[in-house]
Structure formats: structure tokens, C-alpha cells
């Protein structure tokens, strides 16, 4: 049976920005080689809640993202001019990937920032209109677009430079490229991922790693927001230590000095831990980024399952149209055939009729194999491009993990000592009443 492909390649594995590490990625990103951001400068600078009517002419609220673009060259020279910007809602966003997905089919899209906040601790609001949840959606989706900036075949892509610098008809671009005929449905893949009869190992090992990478990091992210609720309860009731040291104060002439310091240490340790959270949530954004990234790994496993079951389905074809005609040749028949029974019923065929399904068996053996080698070639194409695509995403994936698991490292660590400081500064209190 026919088979997509023979490279032997290793299988997978990355995180992302903050805002004040937002500089650091550009410049990270442009070491990558050829790409948009050497040319370009591009950050989504603010974001700004706006009303208007949709579709159905409904009254709605929506969020737009100011998109702003310079030269990177004038950077470098020490110029400022003023950046190019435009505006652009979310669902332009969702536009834009959906027609990377379709026309880059073996690269693994670099994903959105969720549309609604999931794995969030008990005081953090999910609403998708609360100014902390669009700030960290703005830096999301700069992320985005830098990821794709950044991508050596991405990058060169016409509809995403129309994107990031016209503020009309980018939309009736990207329509007029047919990306949405060209898109897979949902049952056409699934059928193809129970039909297809030899997958690559490779794949199904990726496609394995990608369920499991998934697992690992949502469970990693309820961990996460069941320890920042105790880690909230703990920082606040520090407080209740503040006001029982003020009321404690107040009752004592030599030790009062000592208590009333001592407590206001506690209260700013139980206050400091909104901030501490805060922090945290960038974190918490870059495992998320990987989640996602595991379903586009995913999405890139399931196109070539496609491919595979469409290449395997023209080989029977072509398989079964050649048995015809040797059976025809021939004159005999396959025990038990559809034909057998008709040759029965009816008689056997006149030497005229024999001609003439041999030369229409012919034609279409001859398209048959046209298709056969252009399967073959598609296939083994999306092989080659994509396993390369995978192993850039594998070096990605495994620095940006790596750095962003030390940085939540070092911030908790840094909050440990400022703990241990704010203990140390009561014991000093104590020691002067």
C-alpha cells in the first residue's frame, strides 16, 4: 500500500511575552532569519471597548485592538516616526488564522489567546469585557502576531502584510483566495482518521504526544489556580494578624510602638499579594499558549491522515481497475463478481463489447496513475515541509517552556524572601518593645 512518506524525524515540543518582555521577543524573533520583523516593527499598542449594532442590527459591546506598524530600519537609526495603526476586533484575528490553517495546512499555526478565560482562580473575573482579562488578551494577540512575523514562510504571506497595514478590503482579500472551499470539513477528517489503513507511525506518535502534552498542561493549569486561591487566603489573612496587633496596641504604653509596626508590616504583605497573582496570570498565559499549540500539532497530524486516505483510496482504485482488465483480457472472472453473475444471467460479452471496455478500462488506469503519482507527490511535499515545520516548533516549544518555568520559579522564590522579610521586620519590632 502506498505510503506518505519514509524521513525518520523526532518527535516535538514552547511559551511567550509579557509586556515589559515584549522588546526582548521582538528581537529574539528577528534572530530567527528572513523574516517580516526585519523589516517591520509590529505591537498592538492598546485596546478600547466600543458599541455598535451586528449583523442582525442588535446593540452589542466589543473590544478593538490598535494595531500599529513602523520600519524597523528607522528604529535602528535612531529615528521615531510615527507608527502606521489601524484597528481590529478579535473575530479579524479569528479570520486570519482560519485562513493560515487552511492555506498552510503543514505548519503548525501559532494559536489565538483564548476568547474567554478558563483555568482562572476564584477572584479573577471570566468576563471577557474585564480591563485585566483584555489587557492580557491584547498582549495575546501581540504575541500572534509576532509568532507569525517571525515565521520564515509565514511572514511572507500577502494577506497577512494586507492584515497588518489596511484598514479596508483586507477582508475581501482573503475571501477572494477560496480559502473556505479549500477547507476540510470536520466529518471528511474524522472519516479519514478511522478509514486511513496504513498511518504513519511518525504521526500517530505526534498526534499521541500532542493529546498528552494538552493533558499535561491543563492539569498543570488547575493546579496552578487551586494554589493561587490558598495562596490568596493565606496572604489576606496576614491581615487579621495587622488588625489584632493595631487593637493589641493600643492597650499597651511600652510595647505599643512595636505592635502598631509590626502590624502595618502584615497588612502590606496581605495586600501585596493582588499584584503577586497578577503576575502570575502572564505565566499561567504562556502554559496556555502551549495548550493550544497542541491542538494546531493536532491539526497538522489530521491532514495528513487525510492525505493518506485519499492516496490510499486512489491506489484501490487503481489497484481494482487494473484486475478488471486483466480479468478481461483474459476472459474469466473473479469467482463470486458482480460480473461473474451477469455473465450467467445474461451470456458472455461479444469480442466488440470486450474491445471497447478494455480501451475505456485503459483511460481510466491512465488517469488513475496520473492521480496515484500526484498523491504520492502531495504527500511526501507535506511530509518534508511538514516534519521541517515540526522541528522548528520542537526548538520553540522547549526554550519558551524552559524560560517560562524558571521565570514562575524566580518569582516564587522572590515572594518567599519578601515573606521571609516582612517576618524578619516584625522580629526586629518585637525586639524593641
Given at each position: 500500500m502506498a505510503d506518505c512518506g519514509s524521513e525518520?524525524?523526532?518527535?516535538?515540543?514552547?511559551?511567550?511575552?509579557?509586556?515589559?518582555?515584549?522588546?526582548?521577543?521582538?528581537?529574539?524573533?528577528?534572530?530567527?532569519?528572513?523574516?517580516?520583523?526585519?523589516?517591520?516593527?509590529?505591537?498592538?499598542a492598546e485596546a478600547e471597548k466600543r458599541t455598535g449594532k451586528n449583523a442582525v442590527n442588535m446593540q452589542e459591546t466589543y473590544t478593538v485592538y490598535l494595531i500599529e506598524t513602523r520600519p524597523?530600519?528607522?528604529?535602528?537609526?535612531?529615528?521615531?516616526?510615527?507608527?502606521?495603526?489601524?484597528?481590529?476586533?478579535?473575530?479579524?484575528?479569528?479570520?486570519?488564522?482560519?485562513?493560515?490553517?487552511?492555506?498552510?495546512?503543514?505548519?503548525?499555526?501559532?494559536?489565538?489567546?483564548?476568547?474567554?478565560?478558563?483555568?482562572?482562580w476564584h477572584k479573577l473575573s471570566a468576563d471577557n469585557m474585564d480591563p485585566d482579562f483584555v489587557e492580557r488578551r491584547r498582549i495575546g494577540l501581540e504575541n500572534f502576531l509576532l509568532r507569525v512575523a517571525s515565521h520564515p514562510v509565514l511572514s511572507s504571506d500577502k494577506i497577512f502584510f494586507l492584515f497588518l497595514t489596511e484598514e479596508n478590503g483586507w477582508k475581501e482579500a482573503v475571501f477572494e483566495t477560496g480559502f473556505l472551499a479549500k477547507s476540510d470539513s470536520r466529518l471528511k477528517a474524522l472519516n479519514a482518521t478511522f478509514r486511513v489503513k496504513n498511518p504513519?507511525?511518525?504521526?500517530?506518535?505526534?498526534?499521541h504526544y500532542s493529546d498528552e502534552l494538552q493533558s499535561v498542561t491543563s492539569q498543570l493549569l488547575r493546579v496552578r489556580a487551586r494554589v493561587a486561591d490558598r495562596l490568596?487566603?493565606?496572604?489576606?489573612?496576614?491581615?487579621?494578624?495587622?488588625?489584632?496587633?493595631?487593637?493589641?496596641?493600643?492597650?499597651?504604653?511600652?510595647?505599643?510602638?512595636?505592635?502598631?509596626?509590626?502590624?502595618?508590616?502584615?497588612?502590606a504583605y496581605a495586600a501585596s499579594v493582588d499584584?503577586?497573582?497578577?503576575?502570575?496570570?502572564?505565566?499561567?498565559?504562556?502554559?496556555?499558549?502551549?495548550?493550544?499549540?497542541?491542538?494546531?500539532?493536532?491539526a497538522v497530524c489530521r491532514k495528513h491522515e487525510l492525505l493518506q486516505y485519499e492516496l490510499e483510496t486512489a491506489s484501490q482504485d487503481l489497484a481494482s481497475k487494473k484486475q478488471q482488465q486483466e480479468e478481461l483480457a483474459a476472459g474469466t472472472v473473479r469467482t463470486f463478481s458482480f460480473k461473474g453473475m451477469t455473465s450467467k444471467l445474461f451470456g458472455q460479452e461479444t469480442p466488440e463489447q470486450r474491445e471497447a471496455k478494455l480501451k475505456v478500462l485503459e483511460e481510466q488506469i491512465k488517469e488513475g496513475e496520473v492521480t496515484v503519482t500526484?498523491?504520492?507527490?502531495?504527500?511526501?511535499?507535506?511530509?518534508?515541509?511538514?516534519?521541517?515545520?515540526?522541528?522548528?516548533?520542537?526548538?520553540?516549544?522547549?526554550?519558551?517552556?524552559?524560560?517560562?518555568?524558571m521565570s514562575y520559579a524566580v518569582m516564587q522564590i522572590s515572594m518567599c524572601k519578601k515573606g521571609i522579610q516582612v517576618w524578619t521586620n516584625a522580629k526586629e519590632c518585637f525586639s524593641k518593645m
Amino acid at each position: 500500500m502506498a505510503d506518505c512518506g519514509s524521513e525518520e524525524v523526532a518527535v516535538i515540543g514552547n511559551t511567550d511575552i509579557t509586556d515589559e518582555e515584549s522588546q526582548d521577543n521582538k528581537n529574539n524573533m528577528m534572530a530567527e532569519g528572513s523574516c517580516l520583523l526585519r523589516k517591520m516593527e509590529i505591537s498592538v499598542a492598546e485596546a478600547e471597548k466600543r458599541t455598535g449594532k451586528n449583523a442582525v442590527n442588535m446593540q452589542e459591546t466589543y473590544t478593538v485592538y490598535l494595531i500599529e506598524t513602523r520600519p524597523a530600519d528607522s528604529v535602528t537609526e535612531g529615528h521615531n516616526p510615527v507608527p502606521d495603526s489601524l484597528w481590529r476586533r478579535y473575530s479579524e484575528f479569528e479570520l486570519l488564522r482560519n485562513y493560515l490553517l487552511v492555506t498552510y495546512p503543514f505548519i503548525v499555526i501559532p494559536p489565538l489567546p483564548e476568547k474567554r478565560a478558563e483555568f482562572v482562580w476564584h477572584k479573577l473575573s471570566a468576563d471577557n469585557m474585564d480591563p485585566d482579562f483584555v489587557e492580557r488578551r491584547r498582549i495575546g494577540l501581540e504575541n500572534f502576531l509576532l509568532r507569525v512575523a517571525s515565521h520564515p514562510v509565514l511572514s511572507s504571506d500577502k494577506i497577512f502584510f494586507l492584515f497588518l497595514t489596511e484598514e479596508n478590503g483586507w477582508k475581501e482579500a482573503v475571501f477572494e483566495t477560496g480559502f473556505l472551499a479549500k477547507s476540510d470539513s470536520r466529518l471528511k477528517a474524522l472519516n479519514a482518521t478511522f478509514r486511513v489503513k496504513n498511518p504513519d507511525k511518525r504521526f500517530s506518535e505526534l498526534k499521541h504526544y500532542s493529546d498528552e502534552l494538552q493533558s499535561v498542561t491543563s492539569q498543570l493549569l488547575r493546579v496552578r489556580a487551586r494554589v493561587a486561591d490558598r495562596l490568596y487566603g493565606v496572604y489576606k489573612v496576614h491581615g487579621n494578624y495587622g488588625r489584632v496587633f493595631s487593637e493589641w496596641s493600643a492597650i499597651e504604653k511600652e510595647m505599643g510602638d512595636g505592635l502598631q509596626s509590626a502590624g502595618h508590616h502584615m497588612d502590606a504583605y496581605a495586600a501585596s499579594v493582588d499584584d503577586i497573582l497578577e503576575e502570575e496570570e502572564h505565566y499561567a498565559d504562556q502554559l496556555k499558549e502551549y495548550l493550544f499549540y497542541a491542538e494546531a500539532v493536532k491539526a497538522v497530524c489530521r491532514k495528513h491522515e487525510l492525505l493518506q486516505y485519499e492516496l490510499e483510496t486512489a491506489s484501490q482504485d487503481l489497484a481494482s481497475k487494473k484486475q478488471q482488465q486483466e480479468e478481461l483480457a483474459a476472459g474469466t472472472v473473479r469467482t463470486f463478481s458482480f460480473k461473474g453473475m451477469t455473465s450467467k444471467l445474461f451470456g458472455q460479452e461479444t469480442p466488440e463489447q470486450r474491445e471497447a471496455k478494455l480501451k475505456v478500462l485503459e483511460e481510466q488506469i491512465k488517469e488513475g496513475e496520473v492521480t496515484v503519482t500526484e498523491k504520492t507527490l502531495e504527500c511526501e511535499e507535506f511530509v518534508k515541509n511538514a516534519w521541517k515545520d515540526i522541528e522548528r516548533f520542537k526548538e520553540q516549544k522547549d526554550h519558551d517552556l524552559r524560560e517560562a518555568l524558571m521565570s514562575y520559579a524566580v518569582m516564587q522564590i522572590s515572594m518567599c524572601k519578601k515573606g521571609i522579610q516582612v517576618w524578619t521586620n516584625a522580629k526586629e519590632c518585637f525586639s524593641k518593645m
